[in-house]
């Protein structure tokens, strides 16, 4: 089992930037593929981003690409979310997570979360 601590999420004007980050400890030796969700208040927890060990794939939801990015640093055991041109719909509870299946970790059913991070966009 993989323990997961996120941070760097704030109050932020529409059109401005945060970076999240997401620190891995526990079983890192084992490899694991990372990714982003979000949860806005009344709504189901949803897809982000994701990215695999390796790094050579990476998935975005529709309503990010472009905008943010998912990347990883392999000897910090963390992985970040950069956010550009937020927007106030972006407003919710990231939370970080991790399986040894990049299929996996796309949906809701991964086996480590991280707490989440509150990101607020304000109009």
């Known amino acids: 089992q993989v323990q997961l601590v996120e941070s760097g999420g704030g109050l932020v004007q529409a059109g401005g930037s945060l970076r999240l980050s997401c620190a891995a400890s526990g079983r890192t030796f084992s490899p694991y593929a990372m990714a982003w969700f979000r949860q806005a208040p009344g709504k189901e927890r949803e897809f982000v981003a994701a990215v695999s060990w390796s790094g050579g794939s990476i998935y975005y939801a529709d309503s990010v690409k472009g905008r943010f990015t998912i990347s990883r640093a392999y000897a910090k055991n963390t992985v970040y979310l950069q956010m550009n041109s937020l927007k106030p719909e972006d407003t919710a509870v990231y939370y970080c997570?991790?399986?040894?299946?990049?299929?996996?970790?796309?949906?809701?059913?991964?086996?480590?979360w991280g707490q989440g991070t509150q990101v607020t966009v304000s109009s």
């Open positions: 997570a991790a399986d040894p299946s990049i299929d996996v970790v796309r949906t809701t059913n991964v086996r480590s």
